[in-house]
């Protein structure tokens, strides 16, 4: 029975998105968002269906589902499997369940859409391949869910197509996870040469029991992780995430920041076991993780575009994941994902009504006084960043965040690289977060209103609202410090026969961690909570901002590196200039040639004119053989047959 | 004991061969082309039957069956071609004059 839910988890959707698909322009816009709820609805049912089966089953249980065999050649299989674990569970609970919230709110929120059909048709599409992506147990069946995602990610975020813009930056989140695709393609068939299938388990075990040489393991992974990354938006590939918010706020808020972007880290955690074999591109993820941490807190702090704020916040949270994978400590990793998940869910769909609310204006320094005009949207914001922020003890980032340093803490690097000056990176991170946010938090909310608000929140939108809030405050106690409480239920869960990892922090890092974030919360409050005017006009006066803020200095700075150098490869195209080196070789042979010939001509020449002639002969002959007289044929008849007697007679 | 020794016999089948194709050759009328065809082939059936006869086989008369009823095909479409011939209003039954792909 568990087998038979398993793929009928992803065909839920898949089926709600083909009916919006087909019946577009025919159904309402409000059946079109009950259709799309409904799959989504039905897909987080037989989750949560799964998830309880497989828990109440044997620890390390797993559920399978072979649908089909795709290939099989010899030395090469791939079928399409579905594997649920723990990993998967754990991915599948949150894609489903804050994908149906996310739905639920969008079902309000694209309700005046024209194209509401396409609209929901990409959003359940991205949901069935998301599930794809965190089911398959094949590499292979999982590059066709990690390919869909995309496509839904691109499809998405040009969604409003009229306007060039939003077509351009849709253009660019595909080309930008179109050099990860490429790269992750390149480490599967590495490892697939290796192994002979792309089976997960057969991979991990062969890594496990040292049957794969370590140069080729190291090339696999660095190519997974690539893809990751690029998928992920971390620092070399972190430019289209913040362009990506040209999309609906609600694909802003499924794809952007709780689902797609986190498949790197599942990717990475689900082969964590190749990872720990190659401990260079360990060492590599953490340092990436580190810095884009910082470098994506930092332009945060001086964006003036909400969306944009929680773009470059989502960039930095993924680093800090990464920051995780890259110490080993993968379910700290999975267990901040989750959490990241329902709040920054929540921060983007509060935005999304907040957006609305204010009539399309998406400045922070046009909005204020919020807290009078939308006291229920403030709640959920505030809610969202304080999970973000991670402020101590009532908040899940907390307690994610916390484990991750702990992680980071007590890992232990073969290259000379040290794991504290790591975590101190972290905490550091841990502040601008603390900063960013509450600026934002504070420049909306604080200070006088300007700007007409209208309408309220409707009740569709307020609904999935109200949930993501609890499970932002709420969802983190399931794992906490023991210096607070010793609860492991989510690293229980994860690794169900091995003995909880020990944690050997000292109970002061706990207490860091706590104050860190209280502290940026007070200079956020001292900077733009009561000061007026010259602190919140600064990011426009500020040369040094200014320069900084756009996140353009990355683009530029590709620009110059790839865009020119093609542009440059264009204009002598333009110019004609391959053509002209080819004419000039072209006459150059010519010459070369007609001197070769020179030498050649009288003996070709002869040749060629004794075969014309002898051939110009033989045509004569022949035709005058076939004059067409029957009397003549006879004769040659009989002639033949004479010269053939003779022959036979005298040899 | 036949008749006709073997020799004998393959002098008299060559000799009308050679009348027969003789004939072919110097003939212009059709018919008479027709005609000495049926001579070459008559001449060949007697070798076959004078074979048969010295061997003491009856393939040798088998096959002049055989030869008489391919003498009689060759005959009829052979008379069909000149009557379809004179029926498109060729006056002549020279064959020389039809040495051109025109029906």
Same mark, same amino acid.
């Not at chain 1, 709040?343 to 509060?350: N, P, S």
């Given at each position: ?23 577009? #322009? ?6 079109? #968002?009950?259709? =799309?709820? +409904? ?15 497989? &828990?109440?089953?044997?620890? +390390? ?30 991915? %599948? ?16 929120? *694209? ?30 069946? &999982? ?5 869909? !995602? +995309? ?154 575009? &909400? ?66 005009? *939308? ?100 969802? +983190?106690?399931?794992? *906490?410090?023991?210096? %607070? ?96 080196? !080819?004419?000039?070789? #072209? ?25 014309? %002639? ?25 002639? #033949?047959?004479?010269? =053939? ?7 | ?12 089948? /060559? ?60 005959? /009829? ?27």
């Amino acid at each position: 029975m568990m087998s038979l839910l398993l793929p009928l988890a992803v065909l839920c959707p898949l089926a709600a998105s083909i009916i919006v698909f087909l019946s577009a #322009g025919r159904l309402s816009a409000r059946a079109v #968002g009950g259709v =799309a709820c +409904g799959g989504v609805g039905l897909a987080a049912l037989s989750a949560i269906m799964l998830a309880t089966g497989l &828990l109440a089953g044997p620890p +390390g249980g797993v559920v399978h589902a072979q649908l089909w065999e795709w290939v099989r050649v010899s030395g090469f299989s791939a079928d399409i499997v579905f594997t649920l674990d723990r990993i998967s569970m754990v991915m %599948i609970l949150v894609v489903t369940v804050v994908g149906l919230l996310i739905h639920v709110y969008a079902a309000r929120y *694209m309700a005046d859409d024209p194209g509401i059909a396409r609209f929901f048709g990409c959003m359940t599409l991205f949901v069935a391949a998301m599930l794809v992506l965190v089911l398959a147990s094949d590499l292979l069946c &999982l590059f066709i869910g990690w390919e869909g !995602v +995309g496509l839904c990610s691109y499809l998405l975020i040009g969604f409003w197509h009229d306007d060039p813009a939003n077509t351009a930056a849709a253009r660019k989140a595909f080309f930008m996870t179109r050099i990860g695709d490429t790269a992750l393609l390149c480490g599967l068939l590495l490892l697939a040469t290796q192994a002979g299938s792309l089976r997960i388990e057969p991979i991990l075990a062969a890594t496990m029991a040292g049957l794969v040489p370590s140069f080729t393991l190291i090339a696999a992974a660095s190519f997974v992780l690539v893809g990751a990354l690029a998928k992920s938006a971390q620092i070399p590939f972190q430019t289209w995430l913040p362009d990506a918010m040209a999309g609906p706020t609600p694909t802003s808020a499924l794809i952007h920041a709780a689902t797609m972007v986190t498949a790197g880290i599942y990717l990475i955690a689900r082969l964590h076991v190749l990872f720990a074999a190659a401990p260079v591109v360990m060492a590599v993820m953490a340092v990436t993780g580190a810095l884009t941490l910082l470098v994506a807190a930092c332009t945060a702090l001086v964006q003036s575009d &909400l969306k944009r704020i929680l773009a470059w916040s989502t960039i930095s949270q993924l680093g800090y994941m990464f920051l995780a994978l890259g110490c080993g400590a993968w379910q700290a990793a999975l267990f901040h994902l989750m959490t990241h998940a329902c709040f920054k869910a929540l921060l983007f769909l509060a935005a999304g009504a907040i957006i609305m609310r204010l009539g399309h204006e998406q400045d922070i320094f046009r909005m204020g006084g919020l807290r009078r005009t *939308m006291p229920g949207l403030g709640v959920a914001f505030v809610a969202g960043a304080s999970a973000l922020a991670g402020l101590p003890v009532v908040t899940a980032g907390f307690y994610s965040k916390e484990m991750i340093l702990a992680g980071v803490w007590g890992s232990r690097f073969m290259t000379p690289l040290s794991a504290h000056v790591l975590w101190a990176t972290g905490l550091l991170g841990a502040f601008l977060t603390a900063l960013y946010i509450f600026r934002c938090v504070f420049i909306v909310f604080a200070g006088e209103g300007k700007g007409a608000v209208s309408g309220g929140t409707p009740r569709l939108m307020a609904v999935p609202l109200a949930c993501l809030t609890f499970l932002a405050l709420f969802g +983190g106690i399931i794992e *906490m410090p023991d210096v %607070i409480a010793p609860v492991h239920l989510f690293t229980a869960l994860l690794s169900p026969s091995g003995h909880p990892s020990p944690m050997h922090e000292p109970g002061w890092t706990v207490l860091a961690g706590a104050i860190v974030p209280l502290a940026g919360l007070a200079v956020a409050w001292v900077l733009w909570g009561r000061t007026p005017a010259v602190m919140r006009e600064m990011p426009q006066q500020a040369a040094i901002i200014r320069l900084a803020r756009p996140g353009h200095g990355m683009d530029v700075l590709y620009d110059h590196i790839f865009v020119q150098p093609l542009r440059l490869l264009v204009w002598l195209t333009r110019r004609d200039v391959p053509d002209r080196l !080819v004419a000039q070789a #072209g006459w150059l042979t010519r010459s070369a040639s007609i001197a070769l010939a020179k030498t050649r001509k009288d003996i070709l020449d002869t040749v060629a004119r004794r075969t014309a %002639i002898m051939t110009a002969e033989g045509s004569l002959l022949l035709g005058w053989m076939q004059n067409g007289r029957v009397r003549w044929y006879a004769g040659w008849v009989a002639g #033949g047959l004479c010269v =053939a007697l003779a022959v036979v007679m005298l040899s | 004991m036949p008749v006709l020794s073997l020799n004998e016999s393959l002098l008299f089948t /060559s000799m009308l061969f050679s009348v027969g194709l003789a004939g072919m050759l110097v003939r212009r009328n059709l018919v008479f082309m027709l005609m000495s065809l049926d001579v070459m082939l008559n001449a060949s059936a007697v070798l076959f039957v004078a074979a048969g006869a010295r061997w003491h086989d009856a393939s040798g008369q088998v096959m002049f069956l055989m030869i008489l009823a391919l003498a009689a095909v060759e005959t /009829s479409v052979g008379l069909a071609i000149i009557l379809c011939l004179h029926a498109q209003g060729r006056p002549t039954l020279d064959a020389d004059t039809g040495n051109l792909l025109r029906g």
